[in-house]
């Protein structure tokens, strides 16, 4: 992979707080779309979106949509 990501699992919420916009809450966590917008590329290809999912304030998946792939880190 040619970016290298902020996020790192296990991280805390708080990191990034006024980075975030809540997408979605689940039963036992909550998805957040990351608006900062400093990370244009991943892969080499443009990104749609990058959602964080935590869990109790702490950071369990990321999910990037770039316009040919999604990918997921755990």
């Known amino acids: 992979m040619t970016n290298k ?10 990191n990034w707080e006024f980075d975030l ?8 966590y909550e998805v957040y779309n990351y608006t900062k ?14 959602h964080l999912y935590f869990e109790l304030d702490i950071l369990l998946k990321i999910k990037i949509k770039t316009q040919q792939n999604i990918f997921t880190l755990l």
């Not at 902020?6 to 708080?14: N, S, V």
């Not at 916009?21 to 689940?26: A, S």
């Open 37 to 50: 917008g400093d990370i244009k590329e991943f892969n080499e290809e443009l990104i749609e979106y990058i």
């Open 21 to 28: 916009e809540l997408v979605d809450t689940k039963k036992s």
């Open 5 to 14: 990501l902020p996020f790192r699992i296990g991280m805390q919420y708080e």
